[in-house]
């Protein structure tokens, strides 16, 4: 399947309603598992290649370590600092959804927005088959 200008604005519109309705989050992203950009909205001067990247990179050692501490699969990372939280979860095996947040954020709201993103992200947009193999990611339109 071919990831298509109108399936790139929904999730779009998607992450720009989990900025808007949490407080606290101050950009979001959804990504491959292999890094790859599909939408996101991040603050200006963001980086979002090199968000995305970091937010795969931080999953797949997550999911080492779960599996290596018998934890079970793994169902978020979440990185605080003291400016805020860096943080991820799984919509789907092919697909994450990050958030960064400022350190006024409420984590318990952060992760409900997440929650209900991944909702949306999953019923109105056909996640699970967008990122079918790499032949199909090449053939992206953005």
Do not use: C, N, W
Request: proline share 3%.
């Amino acid at each position: 399947m071919v990831i298509t200008m109108a399936l790139m604005a929904d999730m779009q519109q998607i992450l720009r309603q989990l900025v808007s309705d949490t407080p606290g989050i101050g950009g979001a992203a959804t990504v491959s598992s292999d890094g790859l950009v599909l939408a996101s909205v991040l603050p200006v001067g963001s980086d979002e290649d090199h968000v995305s990247a970091m937010g795969a990179a931080l999953l797949t050692l997550g999911e080492r370590s779960v599996r290596e501490l018998q934890l079970g699969s793994i169902e978020q990372v979440l990185v605080k600092g003291q400016g805020g939280y860096f943080v991820i979860v799984r919509v789907d095996d092919e697909v994450m959804l990050e958030a960064m947040t400022g350190s006024e954020a409420k984590l318990g709201m952060v992760l409900l927005g997440m929650k209900r993103a991944v909702e949306e992200l999953t019923r109105q947009t056909p996640v699970a088959r967008v990122i079918a193999s790499p032949i199909d990611r090449a053939r992206m339109v953005r």
